[in-house]
């Protein structure tokens, strides 16, 4: 199945300043990333999702870019602001069932 | 449309006694998905259901089951508890209808914390 690693694992960054945050992938024939966000004590929430026929999506100040022969793919928050002081959590599609990442902590600080 | 619920939200299990979640999906979507959320493991896929038929499974022992019901509500059921099933149990729902390696946004439910003494 599909195996999906995420880094790093914490992040801190000034508000204001750019966030990225990568994930590689095994599975060639992968084709749908996703990326949630979830608060603390709250459900995961999607926040941006790249299918494998495009390189790049962007919305706001958020932004994903795939990476199909080195399987990879990364999130860029711009900008950033304390409300997006979150873990997320990329992942990738085995059958009907998400594998995600192991979640990356990022703390934004004003 | 209403979002994903479940029920209940809390509970406290001591071991060796079974456990039976609820989850009801937006209206229209006939895929239910459940995840195993712990500090350790992350998010787990334990199975997927879509008319009333598992179609993919998770690799965690046949005490953790599900079933779907014919308005695609969902219930997963633990048996003999132990004290690592302690976690959130969160199901998600879709259209399902992308098929295999399926590109269908997946809406998560708030979860079920459970607690096994």
């Known amino acids: 199945g599909e195996n999906v690693e995420q880094h790093p694992s914490t992040l801190s960054v000034q508000e204001g300043d750019s966030a990225v945050i990568k994930c590689t992938y095994s599975?060639?024939?992968?084709?749908?990333f996703p990326w949630y966000k979830q608060e603390l004590g709250k459900r995961p929430q999607l926040i941006i999702d790249?299918?494998?026929?495009?390189g790049e999506k962007k919305d706001q100040r958020i932004a994903v870019t795939l990476n199909k022969t080195a399987k990879h793919f990364s999130l860029h928050i711009t900008e950033t602001q304390p409300e997006d002081s979150a873990v997320y959590f990329c992942?990738?599609?085995?059958?009907?069932?998400?594998?995600f990442g192991k979640g990356t902590s990022l703390l934004v600080t004003p | 449309k209403a979002g994903v619920t479940q029920t209940p939200r809390y509970l406290i299990k001591t071991r060796g006694q079974q456990v039976t979640l609820s989850c009801s999906p937006i209206?229209?979507?006939?895929?239910v998905s459940w995840y195993q959320q712990t500090p350790g493991q992350g998010l787990q896929f334990l199975f997927e259901?879509?008319?009333?038929?598992?179609?993919n499974k998770g690799n965690f022992p046949g005490r953790f089951s599900g079933r779907q019901f014919s308005n695609s509500r969902s219930e997963m059921n633990v048996s003999t508890l132990e004290l690592g099933d302690s976690a959130l149990y969160l199901c998600?729902?879709?259209?399902?209808?992308?098929?295999?390696?399926?590109?269908?946004?997946?809406?998560f439910g708030p979860g079920t914390r459970l607690t096994v003494l």
């Open positions: 992942a990738g599609v085995t059958g009907y069932a998400l594998n």
């Open positions: 599975d060639s024939a992968s084709n749908y």
């Open positions: 998600a729902s879709s259209e399902g209808t992308s098929g295999y390696r399926s590109t269908d946004t997946q809406y």
């Open positions: 209206s229209g979507h006939r895929s």
């Open positions: 790249i299918r494998s026929n495009v």
């Open positions: 259901y879509f008319s009333e038929t598992q179609r």
